[in-house]
């Protein structure tokens, strides 16, 4: 018998090749006048492109953007657009210029326009993130969800196919931890499906020919659907692993969520045997696992903590903080468990279920 419920987030999606054109006219549309560009140190020419397209609807640049939404970096943009009299961001760029984007949504009411440039699909989900004195705290929020999300495919071929392969497989740790669930909704399990098969179909293509607009649009629409996924879905013990990695010890991103996710969909394989299966089917293979540690390492993908830098002596104290705060998670979890999954996580050995 189906049972379920459901609650959407108010999405507002302009999707396609050279979308960026769109900008000037959908901010009219929206009445913005005066715009606070926001991207990274690295995205500054783009940042800067935007500013040109926007003309005199721009009020100005602010290019510093740091992964994991730092609590100075919230101060200073939200310092910077009061001083500018901005009336909305436009975030182009990752996750981490999207966060700030949200927080400045969140905390200063100023609505925010999107243009993801990555896979990361915080743009589709109602979680917003601050990170103070080493401790990363999210919380959800509908004044976090853009005013308007602006995907443009060709703003991902700047995207190195080595971090666009990380960054689709965080995107598939969002719609895979929303089909792998003990309760299985049917729609966020729509969602995840699609976004799964399109992430796994397009990522090798990526890999071997960058320039491939037909994959990096297919994979950009799998980011998309796998953070709708993410903001209607639940998160859980995936989740709270890579927060911990990032807020705590500062690790990138995109390659944690890519370490953990075959360690996490084994450990979880068995406590869901529906969603686990549409998930293996997704990716037209008998064990999800399996699959997505194969895929990291024909994407070339490093397999282990100790490859991104992470020290063993920090494991205990990565579950302890994991463990601090109490989440759902299909299969119950222990600290000796945890510890076991971040040992083998650490060492990149084949993912397997822990007993
Ligand atoms: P990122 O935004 O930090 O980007 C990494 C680097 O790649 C940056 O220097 C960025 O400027 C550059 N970059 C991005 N797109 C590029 C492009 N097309 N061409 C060239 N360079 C490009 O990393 P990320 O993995 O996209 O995002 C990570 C952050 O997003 C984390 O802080 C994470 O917590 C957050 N996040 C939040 C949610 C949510 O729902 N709230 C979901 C996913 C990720």
Redesign the pocket.
């Known amino acids: 018998m189906i049972e379920f419920e459901y609650q959407t987030l108010p999405w507002n999606i302009v999707f396609g090749a050279g979308a960026l054109a769109r900008l000037p006219g959908e901010l009219d549309k929206l009445g913005m006048k005066r715009a606070l560009v926001l991207?990274?140190p690295?995205?500054t020419d783009s940042g800067e492109t935007v500013l040109d397209l926007l003309d005199d609807r721009a009020a100005g640049l602010f290019d510093q953007?740091v992964?994991?939404?730092p609590q100075q970096t919230v101060t200073a943009a939200s310092v910077r657009a009061r001083e500018l009299g901005a009336d909305c961001t436009v975030a182009l760029?990752?996750?981490?210029?999207?966060?700030l984007g949200?927080a400045l949504a969140v905390q200063m009411n100023l609505p925010n326009i999107v243009i993801p440039?990555?896979?990361?699909?915080?743009e589709m989900?109602n979680?917003?993130?601050i990170t103070d004195e080493g401790r990363?705290v999210?919380a959800r929020d509908n004044e976090a969800v853009p005013t308007l999300t602006l995907y443009d495919p060709e703003?991902?071929?700047?995207?190195?196919p080595k971090?666009a392969a990380a960054?689709g497989l965080?995107a598939m740790a969002?719609a895979v931890v929303n089909i792998a669930t003990d309760k299985v909704n049917p729609i966020v399990s729509c969602l995840a499906v699609d976004a799964v098969r399109s992430l796994y179909e397009s990522l090798p293509v990526i890999m071997d020919k960058p320039d491939d607009m037909e994959a990096r649009s297919k994979a950009l629409y799998g980011a998309c659907l796998a953070?709708g996924a993410?903001?209607t879905g639940a998160t859980s013990l995936h989740h709270k692993i890579c927060h911990t990695m990032?807020g705590t010890f500062n690790m990138p991103?995109?390659e944690t969520h890519a370490v953990i996710l075959p360690h996490s969909v084994a450990y979880n394989t068995a406590a869901t045997p529906e969603g686990s299966a549409r998930l293996a089917e997704a990716m037209r293979a008998n064990n999800a696992a399996d699959a997505i540690y194969d895929l990291m390492k024909k994407l070339g993908l490093p397999l282990g903590l100790k490859d991104l830098g992470f020290s063993e002596a920090e494991i205990d104290k990565a579950a302890e903080i994991t463990l601090e705060n109490s989440f759902h998670n299909a299969e119950p979890v222990s600290f000796e468990r945890l510890r076991t999954l971040l040992q083998n996580a650490y060492e990149g050995v084949p993912p397997q279920a822990i007993t």
């Open positions: 991207t990274t690295n995205q953007c992964m994991h939404v760029g990752g996750g981490s210029t999207t966060g949200k440039t990555s896979y990361a699909g915080s989900t979680i917003w993130a990363k999210t703003l991902t071929l700047t995207l190195p971090f960054s965080n969002q953070g993410l903001g990032g991103h995109a």
